[in-house]
């Protein structure tokens, strides 16, 4: 039981190019997330998902993208990556919304964008 | 909209010190209350919760009590160990069950 994995785990890209994030869980959860955490900001949420097939904005969402094809994996794309990206991004899951809920979250992406 | 405000860091203590970390939250309703812990390199991991007013979440030595009077989970600790070094995170759960995080208090214990 691998819980949440991040693929990859350090990134180094220049303005302008793209990139795929992958996240994958083990554990069945119907909800993932992405956040991305900057110095002093804490985690700010990007995109979110209740289930296969959907997706929704979170506080961030601008100049990113995101896909659930499969209910164990969560996308998170950068079109055109810019420095105001480079980030540390994790993942997470939890079996359903809730207040009783607990997120497992992914050991995080390092990116960064010259 | 909702917010958690808490201290800034770092916070350094001797092995076997008391640790507060103060943690105040700005919300409609009667959100869920968390805290987080962050070791170096690696995700987030869940320390404690509590889900309504009056409860106390524990877990490691670690506690905090649902404030409702005055808006606040502040983290505690007895006596704090070396390996307890790390960044904390305290967080609610908002209205649409999305996770608001404050900005991290990192500790660091001396031996």
């Known amino acids: 039981n691998a819980g949440v994995t991040q693929t990859p785990k350090f990134r180094v890209l220049k303005t302008g190019q793209s990139m795929t994030l992958l996240c994958a869980q083990d554990m069945n959860h119907e909800y993932m997330y992405w956040y991305r955490q900057d110095p002093g900001m804490g985690l700010r949420l990007i995109h979110y998902?209740?289930?296969?097939?959907?997706?929704a904005k979170g506080e961030v969402p601008d100049g990113y993208n995101v896909s659930r094809l499969k209910k164990q994996n969560f996308l998170l794309g950068l079109e055109s990556a810019a420095p105001s990206q480079t980030s540390v991004y994790f993942c997470?899951?939890?079996?359903?919304?809730?207040?009783?809920?607990?997120?497992?979250f992914g050991p995080g992406t390092r990116l960064t964008v010259l | 909209g909702d917010s958690v405000t808490q201290m800034e860091g770092p916070v350094t203590l001797s092995e076997e010190a008391f640790l507060t970390i103060n943690c105040t939250y700005t919300?409609?309703?009667?959100?869920?209350l968390f805290w987080y812990v962050q070791y170096p390199g690696e995700g987030l991991q869940l320390l404690l919760k509590a889900t309504k007013a009056d409860d106390k979440g524990s877990n490691k030595g670690f506690e905090a009590t649902y404030r409702k009077e005055t808006t606040s989970f502040h983290l505690e600790k007895g006596s704090v160990q070396v390996s307890d070094s790390a960044v904390y995170f305290c967080?609610?759960?908002?209205?649409?069950?999305?996770?608001?995080f404050g900005s991290g208090t990192r500790l660091l214990v001396r031996p």
């Open positions: 998902s209740v289930g296969e097939g959907t997706t």
């Open positions: 919300a409609t309703g009667y959100p869920s």
């Open positions: 997470a899951s939890s079996p359903l919304g809730g207040r009783y809920n607990e997120q497992f």
């Open positions: 967080a609610l759960m908002d209205s649409s069950y999305k996770l608001i």
